[in-house]
């Protein structure tokens, strides 16, 4: 069929099983946004903020589980998105972005809105291209879709010089052919575990006696979240979910000891850190979950599975390393474990038991008139939000608050920007969660200084009728900032104080098409998320007033050792 | 004169598919990685592939992890580290002389013709040579013109295949 390149990659996104593109138009990709005019192609969501359309493709990929696609034009457009790719590839999300590109002629000479993407964003993608070819746009992008999606994902971007794509330059005559298959010899992913480590691995796992399994990002990646619980209950071992994992694993479930690291809880710190055997299971031994490398885990052997083999001895050497998909080689380890019977763990998990009622997650009640404990406004928000609510944060103390007192007990529930640490994630990333799931509550849960980053993109949740709500803690402070300077820099605060007194939150929200409510009082809590749970046809914003004071516990300090954790004040008397 | 340390150099043989950009994704790896590339030598082995070989001043751990690094990138089909006694390892250089007296010719000749190198070309106290060797052969050949004046040279970096 005879086409121009701006149609075809319509069409090819169509091929693709592609619903939706967050873009922004400009000079370079005019030609494909006028391709789309009189309804060709998927579902467009105009952004306010083309960083806002790289975090919705992501929310969107993070929780459907389908690639998500940005569409922004070139230069600053494209230099725009890159700290989104770079969150995706830390993340590792499946993200495809189209930029526009000057034309092929103009290229390497200045060109107005020229920048060279392909470099910029090489060391932040998986892979990407530069096409000069309309020819080849529809093998292309099926590849990009095919690299995104498999193996470890993560962003593929796809760079198209405005001649192959304007209609009007003959240079965009293409004939379409549909893709054929992948012929990558370079990228092979490996799915299976080899046998003879699976073997290894679980006679590991059998003869431990303080065995922990530790759950990352991995496992939600390789959708493996059944074989988890299968696995945990099935040898009895404890699991600690990562800031990538939430949600793998109930947290209503008795073997999940919750989140470990740097703000992790007691009992799941301490249990990696007292193990004798920890099961990495697609996670990455990150240095905010193990503290000082050469202190942690002192005394436990390593089961490393990661279908990235260039994480296999990255950080820690593993005594037994098996390159596959988290959810082929649980399947596999239950097989090989057959009716066998692990170890006992009775006197660890009467160890564990032990910490769990000594060092329990815990914040102080609010002083009578005082502010709002940030803890309890997400108590109160877990606990009246429906069950499989989607819940995204942004980076910062609310971050980990969320994390720490959220109850995940579904896959896909939790969104963040774990590696990359990126402020600004959560409303953009909320808005890409409610397209892709518009039937789930999605909740963006952001801080003040976050907010300020990326709430423009309340404009286009308004416009395009997608009604997230934001439970915005404003502690009128960089909260996390402000208490490493108390910890760490006596007290110097230097620069973190966002008290204002603009912008006013509800005006502002106001003024982007949200309904807004202000809660400074404690019995207001309940009837403002009540409301905000209630409303269906407008984002809303709940501004919750919180102690500017209030710091997150358990903290290991950085560079610390794990065994070194802080628990609150509170806690501390008790401490050995 | 810089000499080639073969004993604390990694030498890797990397296939790659020939498409735009794949070089500056491979030395980019290196590069923010900070580690020195001591040559790099690259020329496709047929329509689709090309080979590179890489000679890499590192440490052995480090090195590991670049491999991996390496293996994730799409374009990369394979990774080879070579030992230097397996393997076939050679460089070529050419070099330009600028002799003070004609009549250093003939010691000149003399000792190209000792290394099995060429002369190429002679005009005058004017000579253009070239060597192909073994990378610490193209060394000490060096050394050994270093005397007579040598005006340019170029070395093609190491190329290694995989022995018998």
Redesign the interface.
């Known amino acids: 069929m005879e086409m121009d390149g701006g149609s075809a990659l319509l069409k090819a996104l169509e091929f693709e099983g592609v619903d939706v593109v967050f873009g922004y138009p400009g000079g370079a990709i005019m030609p494909v946004y006028d391709s789309m005019v009189g309804g060709s192609g998927p579902r467009h969501v105009l952004v306010r903020h083309e960083q806002g359309a790289g975090h919705m493709a992501s929310g969107y990929a993070h929780a459907t589980g389908k690639p998500g696609v940005v569409m922004v034009t070139s230069g600053p457009a494209a230099t725009n998105i890159v700290t989104p790719l770079a969150d995706a590839y830390l993340d590792s999300v499946p993200v495809v972005a189209i930029t526009g590109q000057v034309p092929y002629g103009l290229i390497g000479t200045d060109a107005f809105q020229e920048t060279d993407t392909?470099?910029i964003t090489?060391?932040i993608t998986?892979?990407n291209y530069?096409v000069s070819d309309p020819n080849d746009i529809p093998q292309v992008v099926h590849e990009a879709f095919h690299?995104a999606t498999t193996g470890r994902p993560g962003p593929v971007l796809i760079d198209l010089p405005k001649n192959i794509t304007d209609v009007r330059n003959p240079q965009s005559a293409m004939t379409w052919t549909d893709p054929v298959p992948i012929d990558?010899?370079?990228?092979k992913p490996v799915l299976d575990g080899e046998p003879e480590m699976i073997e290894a691995a679980v006679e590991l796992m059998l003869t431990a006696t303080r065995p922990v399994l530790y759950a990352g990002g991995g496992i939600l990646k390789a959708r493996g979240a059944a074989e988890l619980v299968t696995l945990a209950e099935k040898l009895n071992i404890p699991v600690v979910t990562t800031l990538m994992a939430r949600g793998a694993m109930p947290d209503s479930h008795e073997l999940n000891l919750g989140m470990p690291g740097m703000h992790g809880n007691y009992t799941a710190v301490m249990a990696m850190q007292e193990s004798d055997l920890l099961i990495a299971m697609g996670s990455r031994f990150d240095d905010r979950v193990t503290g000082k490398v050469d202190a942690f885990a002192p005394d436990a052997k390593v089961i490393h599975v990661d279908i990235?083999?260039?994480e296999?001895?990255?950080i820690r050497m593993p005594d037994v390393a098996i390159r596959g998909d988290a959810k082929h080689v649980m399947t596999q380890m239950l097989a090989a474990i057959g009716t066998r019977t692990p170890a006992d763990h009775g006197q660890w998990r009467s160890t564990l038991s032990g910490w769990q009622e000594n060092y329990p997650l815990a914040y102080e009640d609010a002083e009578p008139g005082g502010r709002l404990k940030p803890q309890m406004v997400l108590e109160r928000l877990r606990d009246l939000s429906p069950e499989d609510t989607i819940v995204a944060s942004g980076v910062g103390q609310h971050q980990m608050w969320a994390s720490q007192y959220w109850k995940f007990d579904h896959p896909y529930t939790w969104l963040n920007s774990g590696g990359l640490g990126t402020m600004g994630y959560s409303i953009p990333a909320a808005i890409g969660a409610k397209v892709g799931m518009p039937d789930k509550t999605v909740w963006a849960v952001d801080g003040d200084g976050c907010f300020q980053m990326t709430c423009q993109e309340l404009i286009t949740a308004s416009v395009e009728k997608i009604p997230i709500k934001v439970a915005l803690l404003n502690n009128t402070y960089l909260g996390m900032v402000r208490q490493w300077q108390e910890m760490f820099y006596e007290n110097r605060l230097s620069e973190v104080d966002l008290s204002g007194p603009v912008p006013d939150y509800i005006k502002l929200s106001e003024a982007m098409g949200c309904v807004a409510i202000r809660v400074e009082d404690p019995d207001e809590v309940d009837d403002a998320i009540e409301r905000a749970n209630a409303i269906d046809d407008a984002p809303v914003v709940l501004e919750f007033v919180t102690e500017p004071n209030e710091n997150v516990y358990p903290m290991v300090p950085g560079g610390a050792s794990n065994s070194e954790v802080v628990v609150p004040p509170f806690q501390q008397k008790g401490t050995d | 004169m810089k000499r080639t340390q073969l004993s604390r150099t990694h030498t890797l043989a990397v296939l790659v598919e020939n498409k735009a950009g794949v070089l500056a994704r491979v030395a980019g790896l290196f590069a923010r990685r900070g580690f020195n590339i001591e040559s790099l030598a690259v020329a496709p082995t047929d329509e689709r592939f090309s080979r590179i070989t890489i000679v890499v001043d590192a440490e052995s751990a480090p090195l590991d992890q670049i491999k991996k690094q390496l293996d994730k990138l799409i374009d990369v089909v394979d990774i080879a580290e070579l030992s230097l006694e397996e393997s076939a390892l050679r460089e070529m250089v050419l070099v330009r002389l600028e002799l003070d007296d004609v009549a250093k010719v003939a010691d000149v000749e003399a000792l190209v013709s000792g290394f099995s190198g060429s002369v190429l070309r002679t005009r005058n106290a004017h000579m253009m040579l070239s060597l192909s060797s073994r990378p610490d052969d193209l060394d000490s050949f060096l050394e050994k013109l270093q005397p007579y004046g040598i005006a340019e040279l170029q070395r093609t970096g190491a190329i290694a295949i995989p022995g018998i």
């Open positions: 392909t470099g090489m060391s998986k892979h530069l690299i990558l010899p370079g990228f990235d083999p260039a296999l001895g990255k």
